[in-house]
């Protein structure tokens, strides 16, 4: 089956460095999204991944290594407004997406 | 605010009810998508449109029937649901289904409660 492993929850203090791991199994592979969601809004698109190395944009990178089946999203000088849902999600060979369960990330002062 | 709208915000229905969820987006998209999400568990994908084609249907109950009447409305029909459907309803679109790198437009979501 198809699978997308990323922990349930993690915290973090303003101003630190934070990494959220995502693992997947999945039928094929054709990219990795990254979504943040805050709590009652949309989920927004973060990153996209879909050759191994790190992309980096302003205080979010994402890194992908596809031979390990495993992406992570880093975000740096946490702010507070940085408390949301960070939603993992692979595009298999049929161009589906399949989605984590989301890490909740929670900042504290 | 994404350009993909959806009404009503939130919703309670008995199990006897028809009701109808709308979503609209103002992106000039192709593709658009019906998603439930549940409370700790990965969004469900339930339906896929792809030029007012359906091209996905993920084993979705029959109490719900999708609507495509052109590319920018998508509606979900809903009828003698159950309580375990409570759940939050993501309407999302895209430039094309099964494109590769096509970041997906979250509209804000129904939150859907069945008593």
């Known amino acids: 089956g198809q699978n997308i492993d990323q922990p349930t929850e993690m915290t973090a203090t303003e101003g630190a460095i934070v990494q959220i791991n995502c693992t997947y199994q999945?039928?094929?592979?054709?990219?990795l999204f990254w979504y943040q969601q805050h709590a009652g809004e949309a989920p927004t698109f973060l990153s996209y991944n879909v050759l191994d190395g790190l992309e980096e944009k302003g205080r979010f990178s994402s890194f992908l290594s596809r031979s390990k089946g495993y992406s992570y999203l880093l975000l740096k000088e946490l702010q507070m407004k940085d408390s949301a849902s960070y939603l993992c999600?692979?595009?298999?060979?049929?161009?589906?997406?399949?989605w984590g369960a989301g890490t909740k990330l929670i900042i504290k002062p | 605010e994404t350009g993909v709208t959806q009404t009503p915000r939130h919703l309670v229905m008995g199990m006897t009810n028809k009701k109808s969820l709308k979503c609209e987006q103002h992106?000039?998209?192709?593709?658009m998508y019906w998603y439930k999400q549940s409370a700790k568990k990965p969004l469900e994908l339930m339906f896929v449109y792809n030029f007012k084609e359906q091209t996905e249907n993920n084993s979705v109950p029959s109490r719900f029937s999708p609507e495509c009447p052109n590319s920018s409305h998508l509606f979900l029909h809903l009828h003698t649901l159950q309580p375990e459907d409570s759940a939050l309803y993501l309407c999302?679109?895209?430039?094309?289904?099964?494109?590769?790198?096509?970041?997906?437009?979250f509209g804000p979501g129904t939150r859907l409660t069945v008593l």
């Open positions: 992106l000039g998209h192709n593709a």
């Open positions: 999302a679109s895209s430039q094309e289904s099964g494109s590769g790198s096509d970041e997906q437009f």
């Open positions: 999600a692979v595009e298999d060979s049929n161009y589906q997406l399949i």
């Open positions: 999945t039928s094929g592979f054709n990219g």
